[in-house]
């Protein structure tokens, strides 16, 4: 089985700063890695996903991610946010057997100006 | 590309009654979709999945005969609240996935809101 944390249930941050929001998983097969952002009363957007190759993959809206295996992690960056990245941020992991997805719990992106 | 529907978005009923949600996958062929639960400030809970043409597998918990889910086409899953109460007042968001596709693309959600 596999499992996602996300230590940091909210992210403060003024807007044109940098950040990173933090995932680790757990899993004892290969699997792949996902992002994805939900803006209030709205259903989940993909923002990036790892399915094999380079480690730094790169998403919409100027955000990054970089898979580490060793350190089973997988953080979100983006080197300048925006008062409209304000959101809930959710990692999720599936293994490559295309079962399901596991969320994180999320993590609460707060730019202010 | 890869974009998911759902109706009614948001929707107020009287306790007992039955609600229907839809699920529509408009530029592609979901060959599985999967329903989830969130409640407020929290993750997403999955409730089941389900392939085109075959009975959804329910996750632990999750009672079957409560949360009726019909995926007759390729393009369409069902899921029927039966007989409503206060505390299935939530937020149920729908994805759907191509076949041998890894990603998940999600619907907007429904509010849904038992009186």
């Known amino acids: 089985a596999q499992s996602v944390t996300q230590l940091d249930s909210q992210v403060p941050v003024f807007e044109e700063a940098p950040v990173e929001l933090r995932c680790n998983y757990s899993s004892s097969v290969s699997v792949y890695l996902f992002w994805y952002v939900q803006y209030p009363n709205q259903g989940l957007q993909l923002l990036l996903k790892?399915?094999?190759?380079?480690?730094l993959v790169k998403g919409i809206n100027g955000f990054e991610a970089e898979f580490n295996k060793s350190q089973t992690s997988f953080h979100l960056r983006k080197p300048s946010v925006h008062i409209s990245d304000t959101a809930e941020y959710f990692c999720a992991v599936m293994n490559t057997g295309f079962q399901k997805l596991v969320f994180g719990t999320g993590t609460r992106l707060l730019v202010s100006p | 590309g890869a974009v998911v529907s759902q109706h009614p978005s948001r929707v107020i009923c009287k306790s007992g009654t039955s609600v229907k949600i839809e699920c529509r996958s408009l530029?592609?062929?979901?060959?599985?979709m999967f329903w989830y639960r969130q409640f407020p400030k929290q993750s997403l809970m999955l409730m089941a999945t389900?392939?085109?043409?075959?009975?959804?597998?329910?996750e632990q918990g999750v009672e079957k005969d409560k949360f009726l889910i019909n995926h007759a086409s390729l393009t369409l899953s069902t899921l029927t609240v039966t007989s409503a109460h206060p505390e299935d007042s939530s937020f149920y968001i729908c994805s759907a996935r191509e076949a041998l596709q890894e990603t998940q693309y999600f619907g907007p959600g429904t509010r849904l809101l038992v009186l």
């Open positions: 530029d592609f062929q979901a060959t599985t």
């Open positions: 790892y399915l094999s190759g380079s480690t």
């Open positions: 389900s392939n085109e043409g075959s009975k959804a597998t329910y």
